[in-house]
T-cell receptor
Framework: AQRVTQPEKLLSVFKGAPVELKCNYS??????LFWYVQYSRQRLQLLLR??SRESIKGFTADLNKGETSFHLKKPFAQEEDSAMYYC???????????FGPGTRLSVLP | ETGVTQSPTHLIKTRGQQVTLRCSSQ?????VSWYQQALGQGPQFIFQ???????GRGNFPPRFSGLQFPNYSSELNVNALELDDSALYLC?????????????FGSGTRLTVV
């Protein structure tokens, strides 16, 4: 069965510190991994996709098939990064996601 | 370009009743998916509609049903409501040919079952 885990419910870091949000998955097929973000009072939105190998708002994520992980990283956290972050696995070309439980990132001044 | 709109924003129903939630997809999108998000959890996939037919379903009982209309808008119907159905219901639209671009989500409908 497909499953996504995010071990930290809450992660607090100081502004300027590196941040890593952990995501592990279990999936028998070839995974397509995504990170979604929800800022306060806003709707859930796509942050980045593993397939595009892009960096968005300074965030990157590398798919590690050996460790079945897709951790989200940023070298210098900003206060505006404070939000809820969800790791998600797609079973069908970017459709029908399995979401993790989410990690709330709090960047302290 | 309009985004995904959902109605109503909030709803209170009594156990055993039926409810219909509505979603208008983003312009140019032909696929609509529905998710249930319980408090403190990530969204859970209910089902997806493409070309007015169900095109994938999560682990939800048959009392959760849906429709998609020719204009790609969609409805989620839940019969025989239970207390555990209380959650935020999210609609998301996408284009079937835009693989790996993810979804555009609506703001959700908050359903409370008492």
């Amino acid at each position: 069965a497909q499953r996504v885990t995010q071990p930290e419910k809450l992660l607090s870091v100081f502004k300027g510190a590196p941040v890593e949000l952990k995501c592990n998955y279990s999936y028998s097929g070839s995974p397509e991994l995504f990170w979604y973000v929800q800022y306060s009072r806003q709707r859930l939105q796509l942050l980045l996709r593993h397939i595009s190998r892009e960096s968005i708002k300074g965030f990157t994520a590398d798919l590690n098939k050996g460790e079945t992980s897709f951790h989200l990283k940023k070298p210098f956290a900003q206060e505006e990064d404070s939000a809820m972050y969800y790791c998600a696995l797609s079973r069908d070309y970017g459709q029908n996601f399995v979401f993790g439980p989410g990690t709330r990132l709090s960047v302290l001044p | 370009e309009t985004g995904v709109t959902q109605s109503p924003t909030h709803l209170i129903k009594t156990r055993g009743q039926q409810v219909t939630l509505r979603c208008s997809s983003q312009s140019g999108h032909n696929t609509v998916s529905w998710y249930q998000q319980a408090l403190g959890q990530g969204p859970q996939f209910i089902f997806q509609y493409y070309r007015e037919e169900e095109n994938g379903r999560g682990n939800f009982p048959p009392r959760f049903s849906g429709l998609q209309f020719p204009n790609y808008s969609s409805e989620l119907n839940v019969n025989a409501l239970e207390l555990d159905d209380s959650a935020l219901y999210l609609c998301a639209s996408s284009h079937a040919r835009s693989y790996n671009y993810g979804y555009t989500f609506g703001s959700g409908t908050r359903l409370t079952v008492v």
